[in-house]
């Protein structure tokens, strides 16, 4: 347990771990490329560092906010020297092989890095409820734990393979993002038929608290390789999702999004899935498509 920390990058993530830290006690130490935004939190006691460098060098423990790994290497240009010795906390989100170009790169440096993956917006960060996969050396992991535990009460320690947290986050958003953009297109067409984001949001809650009934449903049986139709087949997708592109298009909105899962539809029926399950289009994503 660490009583000071170091939080580099101030975007509305950055600041909202500054100031979690802020409010349990801890000296902290922060920079950002533009340093106003460190302004409310040096207004509550913050220190600002007048460099990256100095910023390393304040605490042993650094939270790393950015809006990528490129970003890291961009602000620690010349102030290489100052990892030595430090954990370098990187919750800043990308892929699985930046995560494990960069872990190489400060231990190269003489410092030790941590992947994570912050399943929370910043409002979240703080709370005992949120969640956040971490890996990468186990012992710096445990010996951090407590003070990590500040940004989400909890922490999923994911192995020692830095790519391994960043893959974790990633397959989050894989389903984070298309969900999402589902709603905006359900808004959309809510919307040309004059009904509100609002008159439709408890229909999209319910509707997306039901997925994890299909999700517990259909896991085991994926990795049974059971792709039966005995609840629903690949055709009837095809035929909803027509009339899902076509309600769309006479509405007057985008149909890109929705005519993108329909193609996946189709490609599952064209290579005779047709009477399968629809679970069976995992066995068609496993590889790129054929134009792709
Ligand atoms: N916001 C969310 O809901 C959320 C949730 C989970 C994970 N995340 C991840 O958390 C990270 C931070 O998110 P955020 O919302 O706080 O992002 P953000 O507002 O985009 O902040 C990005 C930070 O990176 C800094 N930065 C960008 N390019 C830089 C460079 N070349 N050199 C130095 N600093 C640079 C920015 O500095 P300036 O202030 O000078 O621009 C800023 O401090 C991202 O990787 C994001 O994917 C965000």
């Known amino acids: 347990m660490s009583q000071s920390v170091t939080v580099i990058g ?23 490329r533009t340093p106003s935004r460190a302004d409310a939190l040096v207004a509550r006691g913050a220190a600002l560092a007048a460099s990256p460098e100095e910023a390393l060098r304040a605490n042993q423990l650094v939270i790393l906010s950015l809006i990528d790994y490129d970003a890291m290497y ?58 956040t996969f971490y890996s990468g ?11 990590l535990e500040v940004i989400t009460g909890r922490t999923d320690y994911r192995g020692e393979d830095p790519g391994r947290a960043a893959l974790m986050y990633q397959l989050n958003m894989v389903i984070f993002w298309p969900a999402m953009l589902a709603y905006w297109q359900a808004v959309a067409l809510a919307g040309a038929h004059g009904i509100s ?77 047709g009477a399968d399950s629809f679970s069976s289009m995992v066995e068609l994503l496993r590889e790129p498509a054929a134009d792709a």
């Not at 960069?102 to 969640?131: E, Q």
């Not at 055709?235 to 006479?250: F, I, Y």
Request: glycine content about 12%; cysteine-free; hydrophobic content about 45%.
């Open 10 to 32: 101030l975007g509305p993530m950055g600041q909202a771990m500054a100031a979690a830290y802020l409010d349990r006690g801890y000296e902290v130490t922060v920079w950002n």
């Open 74 to 131: 961009t602000a620690f240009k010349g102030a290489e020297e100052a990892v030595a010795g430090r954990v370098l906390v990187n919750l800043s989100s990308d892929v699985p092989e930046k995560a494990r170009a960069a872990a190489d790169w400060v231990a190269g440096h003489g410092g030790t890095h941590l992947t994570g993956g912050v399943l929370s917006p910043p409002p979240g960060i703080g709370s005992p409820d949120m969640s």
């Open 137 to 147: 050396p186990r012992e710096a992991y445990e010996t951090y734990r407590a003070d």
């Open 197 to 273: 984001a609002s008159e439709i949001a408890p229909y999209a809650v319910d509707n997306y608290a039901g997925m994890g009934q299909f999700i517990d449903f259909y896991a085991p049986r994926i990795d049974a390789g059971n792709h039966a139709g005995d609840v629903d087949r690949v055709s009837m997708g095809v035929a909803s999702m027509e009339h899902v592109v076509h309600t769309n298009a006479d509405a007057g909105v985008d149909t890109a999004f929705p005519a993108a899962v329909l193609d996946a539809f189709r490609r599952a029926a064209a290579a005779g899935r």
